[in-house]
């Protein structure tokens, strides 16, 4: 379970946020890949050529299970970010392409080849309809001589499914899904994604929803007899406060809907946060472990990468231009905060 949103009201301002909600410990680190790294998508063993390429944007990143090149959220130079969301209905092949052809990824690679080489929501568009896409399961991507870590074991076999929530400096936000092995585009119009169903459904969902407002409601004349609000928040009366990928969908929605203003970017960055709090899941809520390990915000207009962890009261800042991921260096990978 996870949720992305951008404050979309905030025209003057370009802000978002995700929060990372697992069942058990993802052991993700912040990775800092400044331009000029060489990288390689995950092998095809075929005939097929492998993609390879050298990012000549730099960004920063939030790995996952040791994998330092498996980013599954991030924000480069240009003030693009991109994040992964779990989504069971995602349908790709495991198996790479086996015919001559050139420009093959594996899923688990597309957030890091997207962040060092595109710039809006249209060069994804772009990137993503010039190459071919496989899924390659959790023991495929583990290219090392040593043993799978106890931890991945029992993914072995599991390839990841999940759908993209792209979002750049110019307001441009983007949904991307893999259904039945075909791509999808969904202009976010709304800047929110949750999990599972698709993101068409969402949006169809939010029909029975129509009526949250924040504006209180007046007291009513009820056949003579007065009934008043029962308190402040009575324009929400109906709004679901569950932690299912629908509830916190509609919950998202009315926080971008409502988030009109910021002074300046750190109250942005604040609503972000805030807003975050409302969709996220504490230990011990979901029966199925699931809870929300770390939070980001995103300042897209001067890159800098907001991180905040379950079991910590410290936010991190990771300015971009502080970084010199501008500049060629080597990739460094930075803890989550503790304090």
């Given at each position: 379970?996870?949720?992305?949103?951008?404050?979309?009201?905030?025209?003057?301002?370009?802000?978002?946020?995700?929060?990372?909600d697992?069942?058990?410990?993802?052991?993700?680190?912040?990775?800092?890949?400044p331009?000029?790294?060489?990288?390689?998508?995950?092998?095809?063993?075929?005939?097929?050529?492998?993609l390879?390429?050298?990012?000549?944007?730099?960004?920063?990143?939030?790995?996952?299970?040791?994998?330092?090149?498996?980013?599954?959220?991030?924000?480069n130079?240009?003030?693009?970010?991109?994040?992964?969301?779990?989504?069971?209905?995602?349908k790709?092949?495991?198996?790479?392409?086996?015919?001559?052809?050139?420009?093959?990824?594996?899923?688990?690679?597309?957030a890091?080849?997207?962040?060092?080489?595109?710039?809006?929501?249209?060069?994804?568009?772009?990137?993503?309809?010039?190459?071919?896409?496989?899924?390659?399961?959790v023991?495929?991507?583990?290219?090392?001589?040593?043993?799978?870590?106890?931890?991945?074991?029992?993914?072995?076999?599991?390839?990841?499914?999940?759908?993209?929530?792209?979002h750049?400096?110019?307001?441009?936000?983007?949904?991307?899904?893999?259904?039945?092995?075909?791509?999808?585009?969904?202009?976010?119009?709304?800047?929110?994604?949750?999990?599972?169903p698709?993101?068409?459904?969402?949006?169809?969902?939010?029909?029975?929803?129509?009526?949250?407002?924040?504006?209180?409601?007046?007291?009513?004349?009820?056949?003579?007899?007065?009934?008043?609000?029962?308190?402040?928040?009575?324009?929400?009366?109906?709004?679901?406060?569950?932690?299912?990928?629908?509830?916190?969908?509609?919950?998202?929605?009315?926080?971008?809907?409502?988030?009109?203003?910021?002074?300046?970017?750190?109250?942005?960055?604040?609503?972000?946060?805030?807003?975050?709090?409302?969709?996220?899941?504490?230990?011990?809520?979901?029966?199925?472990?699931?809870?929300?390990?770390?939070?980001?915000?995103?300042?897209?207009?001067?890159?800098?990468?907001?991180?905040?962890?379950?079991?910590?009261?410290?936010?991190?800042?990771?300015?971009?231009?502080?970084?010199?991921?501008?500049?060629?260096?080597?990739?460094?990978?930075?803890s989550?905060?503790?304090?």
């Open positions: 379970m996870c949720t992305d949103i951008r404050l979309v009201r905030l025209t003057d301002r370009h802000v978002s946020g995700r929060t990372l697992f069942g058990y410990d993802v052991e993700s680190r912040v990775q800092v890949v331009r000029g790294q060489d990288h390689s998508a995950v092998a095809t063993d075929t005939s097929a050529q492998t390879t390429w050298s990012n000549d944007l730099g960004y920063v990143g939030m790995d996952a299970f040791g994998f330092a090149w498996a980013i599954c959220d991030g924000l130079e240009a003030g693009l970010s991109v994040g992964t969301l779990w989504l069971p209905e995602t790709l092949p495991t198996s790479p392409p086996t015919d001559d052809g050139t420009g093959v990824i594996d899923f688990v690679n597309l890091g080849w997207i962040l060092g080489t595109c710039r809006t929501v249209d060069d994804v568009r772009a990137a993503l309809a010039s190459v071919r896409i496989w899924n390659a399961p023991k495929r991507l583990w290219q090392s001589s040593e043993p799978l870590p106890k931890n991945l074991v029992p993914l072995a076999d599991y390839a990841f499914t999940e759908h993209l929530t792209i750049d400096a110019s307001g441009g936000d983007l949904v991307v899904e893999f259904i039945d092995g075909e791509t999808v585009f969904h202009d976010n119009k709304i800047g929110v994604l949750t999990n599972s698709t993101y068409d459904w969402h949006t169809t969902n939010l029909r029975n929803y129509i009526g949250l407002t924040n504006v209180e409601d007046k007291p009513l004349n009820l056949m003579g007899m007065p009934v008043t609000p029962t308190g402040n928040g009575t324009g929400l009366l109906g709004m679901p406060g569950d932690v299912t990928p629908a509830s916190r969908f509609i919950r998202a929605t009315v926080l971008t809907e409502v988030a009109t203003s910021a002074k300046d970017t750190r109250d942005a960055i604040n609503q972000t946060f805030h807003s975050l709090d409302l969709v996220s899941v504490p230990r011990f809520l979901a029966a199925s472990g699931d809870y929300t390990q770390w939070y980001v915000a995103r300042d897209h207009d001067d890159p800098t990468y907001y991180v905040r962890a379950y079991d910590s009261w410290q936010t991190d800042v990771h300015r971009l231009a502080d970084l010199n991921v501008n500049k060629p260096g080597a990739t460094s990978s930075l989550l905060p503790t304090a």
